[in-house]
């Protein structure tokens, strides 16, 4: 399989020759940053128009029409909408903390962003630890959404947010043990190790039984820790008008709704890589033909194809579904995910002792 | 009613009686009236208050009372004067019949007449700096007296009551609605689940609702106030402008009152299709309300299939009556055209398409296990708080209410179909939801009958009956109710018998289901959480123009 790093290495050996290192590893910096957020705001744009073409296909709907062929430049026109809209100071807010917060909201999720391989290579940096890190930088989201909560000083947004932190640490829980499951399965935390060790079968099949758990419990809660239907509590539309956004506008309203769909993207891809083989091809044992036309469809197409099909169900969750009620949310997370999570840990730890998974040797 | 008049006036020796009316008319003073009413509840289970309506008579003020025995189905009406007309007070009777409250609260508002003994003595809809009482006779219009106001309304937490002290005479105490150290947010009035221009100040322990102030009349257009001043062929108009997903019905009744008032006889073929149109509107308010009910919790996907749906029956209004929403179908004697050729096969096809996606709507939302634990046990409301508060319509019969006035008062052709009253016993708001389903099902059986009929009648036809050109009522007053979309709608309507060509009505007043379903909101939502609320709310299902008539 194509790697990708041959060619980054390449790069890397002939930055080095023509400058000094501290400045090739400046340069590096800064064109990995251009092409991330590059890429972060055509996936986000990407998202945007795939959710309003599920949605409008789910309500039997056309969806958007109008704007260029088949409505495909709807998109430009609603960025530019947002982007040139005012932004309105309010009085009583904390000046610098409202400022501040969708900032954080988005670092957060550009971080988790920047973690994801796209290929094999196809990475910013390949930490032993991978998995951990975006755990612990994920979880910067929860305070830049407290923070806008707080300091708009209004009444919604403050329920928003305190909703908001309950549910996003709670289901942060249930993330981080399904993550867990899996890391047990792989014996790594790295992402291209654990991505590796699926190359002959996908974690989802190899661990059977506590694998499928680790990610049902997975779907749940993400959708929960995105905020997303039907966990849209801290936002909840038809309860807080908009919940802990209800006060921001123009491009400021414009980073959270940003960071909305990209984090959809990122639990898509985490999902995606942890379960369903990241860029590894469709193998199916035996059928060598079968598996050498599967070979030939490049990863990174393999890792996005996955993620959009992940996000396709996400999507189609939230638009089936009613939304649940705080104490109901709270419940399920507590009494059933959490619970069911950790005895799935254990079930899992003894298939990988006892050599119970397919593929053992 | 002999025997009816002859237990009164054992209760009360004070009353005098008129037999002459539709319905058994009592005047009792007002001193006797508290007194009456409890005897009329606790012993002639007189128990249910369905309409209260203020009237000036120029030298007097006074108000008048329907009530109905929901076992019996008996319905009189007493007549409380005033004394001094400077300072009108009447004995309240809402811890008679919870409904009065908000009721009385409409009557101060709009006549001045300060009830005694009340313990929330606001204005309803008007703010509470307003000049004047608008429905009085001798009111000042003039738009100096009531300035647009820009500024907000000062004391707005501020309530008062009239009470008599040991001594007989009436003091005034001043209360406050909220403790200052309640949390209190304004839901509304614009927020998206009120549906419309409505505001709650609803006080908040956490996520628990401790109390809810309805504040309404955002939107309220004086429909009362202006029928006055136009003929009665006029003020057909203004019914479609209260519940604008029952205008064919709210419509229907203001021609049956008229009608009934006239002596006239409508032909049968008008009044099977007065009847069609009816149901259909139910059928389209009741997938409207499956709709909102089901987006403000969250599930917007089955909002647009309610929608969808509904664009069948609006296509078939649309080819009938030319307009969607206001239609203006009905009138006095009949209906204003005869219908669309194609019309019956239109109404049999929306029947087929509808009765196929009901069990789209049953998957995709009644049996969700989301769906079923925001609403199952949420929002109870006990049989006989529905009575006390007179809660009709489908919420009415989800708390096991017989109230459905096709079958208790039949009108139009009703007594001629088969169809079941839908009638449920949990009275939680997954009941109110599904009395809905299960009516909307009703309807269409009603509808496919009625198609059968109108075929025998002939597609086209006599529609309307010889009217003449002045309408003029004799001096006297009526009241009719008919089964609207939300609950049963009242029409009083009261004729000086002016003898002037273009008579108009001296007094009428429009009895909106939706104005007693707000009173339960506070009774409902309390110690439930702020989603409950708004399932409460949704299931509950009042449209807010019906409100602030």
């Known amino acids: 399989m194509f790697d990708l790093s041959s060619v980054t290495s390449w790069l890397d050996e002939w930055l080095n020759g023509v400058m000094p290192s501290w400045l090739a590893t400046t340069t590096e910096c800064v064109l990995v940053a251009v092409f991330l957020l590059l890429a972060y705001s055509v996936l986000a744009m990407i998202y945007i128009m795939y959710e309003r073409w599920v949605c409008g296909w789910i309500q039997c709907r056309r969806g958007p029409l109008r704007v260029g062929p088949a409505g495909s430049l709807q998109i430009f026109a609603d960025v530019f909408k947002i982007l040139t809209k005012e932004i309105i100071t309010l009085w009583s807010t904390d000046k610098f903390l409202f400022f501040l917060a969708p900032f954080l909201v988005v670092t957060a999720s550009v971080l988790t962003f920047a973690c994801l391989p796209w290929g094999k290579g196809f990475q910013i940096i390949d930490f032993n630890i991978g998995v951990f890190f975006i755990i612990a930088v994920s979880s910067i989201g929860v305070l830049g959404i407290l923070l806008a909560g707080w300091s708009s000083n209004s009444k919604y947004t403050l329920i928003g947010a305190m909703r908001s932190g309950a549910q996003m640490i709670s289901y942060e829980l249930s993330v981080g043990i399904s993550i867990l499951t899996v890391v047990c399965l792989a014996g790594t935390m790295s992402i291209t190790g654990l991505v590796e060790a699926q190359s002959d079968c996908w974690f989802l099949f190899k661990g059977h039984l506590p694998a499928v758990i680790a990610f049902i419990i997975y779907i749940i809660a993400a959708n929960a820790e995105n905020n997303r239907g039907p966990f849209d509590l801290p936002e909840a539309e038809h309860e807080l008008t908009a919940g802990y956004h209800t006060e921001y506008s123009g491009i400021h309203y414009g980073l959270f709704y940003l960071a909305e769909y990209l984090n959809l993207f990122v639990v898509s891809g985490i999902a995606s890589l942890l379960f369903l083989g990241g860029w590894m091809p469709l193998h199916i044992p035996g059928l060598d033909g079968f598996n050498a036309v599967m070979d030939f469809i490049p990863g990174t197409l393999w890792f996005l194809g996955k993620a959009f099909f992940m996000t396709f169900i996400f999507m189609w969750i939230r638009w089936s579904f009613p939304r649940v009620r705080i104490d109901q949310m709270l419940a399920l997370e507590w009494r059933y995910l959490m619970p069911i999570g950790l005895v799935n840990l254990v079930v899992m730890a003894i298939v990988v002792t006892q050599n119970w998974y397919f593929g053992a040797n | ?83 001094d007309r400077q300072q009108p007070r009447l004995h309240s009777v809402s811890d008679v019949w919870a409904v009065a409250n908000y009721q009385e609260r409409e009557a101060y508002d709009f006549f ?26 001798d009111y000042d219009a003039s738009p100096e007296k009531n300035p647009i106001r820009l500024d907000d309304e000062v004391r707005e937490d501020y309530t008062c009551s009239w009470v008599e002290d040991e001594n007989g005479q009436v003091v005034k105490r001043v209360g406050k609605v909220f403790a200052d150290d309640e949390y209190v947010i304004n839901v509304g009035p614009q927020h998206p689940s009120t549906h419309g221009v409505m505001r709650y100040r609803v006080s908040l322990d956490g996520e628990i609702v401790r109390k809810v102030d309805v504040v309404s009349g955002y939107i309220h257009r004086g429909i009362e106030k202006m029928c006055e001043s136009l003929t009665w062929p006029q003020t057909l108009l203004y019914t479609e402008r209260m519940d604008y997903m029952a205008a064919h019905i709210n419509r229907h009744c203001l021609c049956l009152c008229i009608e009934k008032a006239l002596g006239l006889e409508v032909p049968r073929r008008a009044e099977l299709i007065r009847l069609m149109m009816d149901e259909l509107m139910r059928l389209s308010s009741h997938l409207l309300s499956y709709g909102c009910l089901t987006m403000d919790q969250g599930a917007t996907t089955a909002f647009f299939y309610g ?211 707000i009173g339960v909101v506070d009774l409902t939502c309390r110690d439930n959480m702020i989603a409950d609320l708004i399932t409460i709310t949704a299931s509950i299902d009042f449209v807010i123009p019906d409100i602030d008539r």
Not at chain 2, 388 to 398: F, N, V
Request: proline share 4%; net charge negative.
């Open chain 2, 1 to 83: 009613m002999a025997d009816l008049k002859e237990q009164i006036g054992k209760l009360c020796a004070a009353a005098t009686f008129d037999a002459e009316g539709e319905f058994l008319l009592v005047e009792v003073p007002d001193a006797q009236w508290h007194a009456l009413a409890v005897a009329l509840k606790s012993e002639l289970h007189f128990d249910q208050l369905i309409a209260l309506v203020g009237v000036d008579w120029g030298e007097t003020l006074g108000v008048i009372y329907y009530m109905t025995n929901t076992a019996t189905g008996d319905i009189i009406h007493v007549k409380v004067v005033a004394a």
């Open chain 2, 112 to 137: 001045g007449i300060v009830f005694v003994g009340h313990p929330d003595m606001r204005r309803f809809f008007l703010r509470n700096d307003w000049v004047g009482h608008p429905l009085r006779k």
């Open chain 2, 307 to 517: 929608f969808r749906d509904r664009e069948l029956i609006y296509d078939i209004f649309d080819r009938t009556c030319g307009a969607r929403m206001s239609m203006s179908y009905s009138t006095i004697g009949g209906v204003v055209a005869d219908v669309h050729p194609d019309f019956v096969a239109d109404v049999r096809h929306a029947c087929d398409v509808i009765e196929k996606n009901m069990k789209e709507y049953h998957q995709l939302f009644t049996g969700n296990v989301i769906a079923r634990n925001r609403m199952i046990g949420v929002g109870m409301l006990s049989k006989e708080q529905a009575i006390d508060y007179c809660i009709t319509g489908p919420s009415g019969r989800a708390s096991g209410v017989h109230c459905d006035v096709r079958k208790t008062h039949p009108y139009s052709l009703y007594d001629e179909f088969d169809f079941d009253e839908v009638v449920r016993t949990e009275g939680d708001s997954m009941a109110r939801y599904m009395v809905r389903m299960d009516e909307m099902l009703q309807s269409i059986k009603i509808l496919r009958q009625a198609c059968d009929k109108l075929e025998q009648e002939g597609l086209q036809g006599e529609f309307c009956a010889k009217v003449p050109k002045m309408i003029k009522l004799p001096a006297g007053h009526w009241y009719q109710q008919v089964e609207a979309s939300r609950g049963a709608f009242g029409v009083y309507i009261e004729s000086d018998g002016d003898p002037k060509p273009f008579q108009k009505p001296y007094r009428m007043h429009f009895q909106s289901p939706c104005f007693n379903l």
